[in-house]
Structure formats: structure tokens, C-alpha cells
Nanobody
Framework: QVQLVEAGGGLGQTGGSLRLACAAS????????MDWYRQAPGKQREFVAV???????NYVDSVKGRFTISRDNAKNTVYLQMNSLKPEDTAVYYC???????????????WGQGTQVTVSS
């Protein structure tokens, strides 16, 4: 079994910062890309940021320059540092990871349960 567990959501202020973490655990052989998505009320889930196993990153335009994605491969953990928060960043944030399990050649995308981020104006 593989699990992704997120932490670090909560209430932030406009202009403030929050840091999210997502740890993968279980029978993991390797992890390729790790991503963050978010879903605001009444909206579709949208891509926020991705980091490859080699550390290459990409962001949605709305968070460029404010959010930073990083990962600790030794801990199978991905982070999202969110600075200069805006009310429109309010959403449930989900992490996702492309994981190959031990003894299995198939790469599967696993999702975390989501963590609420609320930014007050």
C-alpha cells in the first residue's frame, strides 16, 4: 500500500506565508514527479506546481514568483512554500505523486486527502 499524507494547511493572512508538506509512505520503489493541485469552492481542480525527480519545477502562472515547490527524496516528501498569499489562493490543496511500487513495473498516480488553505483579506 502507498499513502500520501498532507500537513500544514490552515488559515493565512493576505501577504502572509504558509508551508505545506506531503509525505509518501508504503511499499515504494521510486517516485517520479510530485505535484500540487488545488480546488476552490465551485471550481475544478487545477494544477499548481510540479517537481520532477531531478528537481525541475514548473508552476501555474498565478503562483509564479510566490510559491516554491521542493522535495526531499530521502524522506519521500514534497513541500509547497506559499508566500505573498492572496484570498484567491483559498482552496483545498492536494498533492499527487507518480509512484512505482516495489515488485511492480507500473507507475501509478497517488493522491493525498487534501488540506484546506484559507486566506483572509
Amino acid at each position: 500500500q502507498v499513502q500520501l499524507v498532507e500537513a500544514g494547511g490552515g488559515l493565512g493572512q493576505t501577504g502572509g506565508s504558509l508551508r505545506l508538506a506531503c509525505a509518501a509512505s508504503g511499499s515504494i520503489f521510486s517516485i517520479n514527479a510530485m505535484d500540487w493541485y488545488r480546488q476552490a469552492p465551485g471550481k475544478q481542480r487545477e494544477f499548481v506546481a510540479v517537481i520532477t525527480s531531478g528537481g525541475i519545477t514548473n508552476y501555474v502562472d498565478s503562483v509564479k514568483g510566490r510559491f516554491t515547490i521542493s522535495r526531499d527524496n530521502a524522506k519521500n516528501t514534497v513541500y509547497l512554500q506559499m508566500n505573498s498569499l492572496k484570498p484567491e489562493d483559498t482552496a483545498v490543496y492536494y498533492c499527487a505523486a507518480q509512484i512505482k511500487r516495489l515488485g511492480n513495473d507500473v507507475t501509478t498516480v497517488y493522491w493525498g486527502q487534501g488540506t484546506q488553505v484559507t486566506v483572509s483579506s
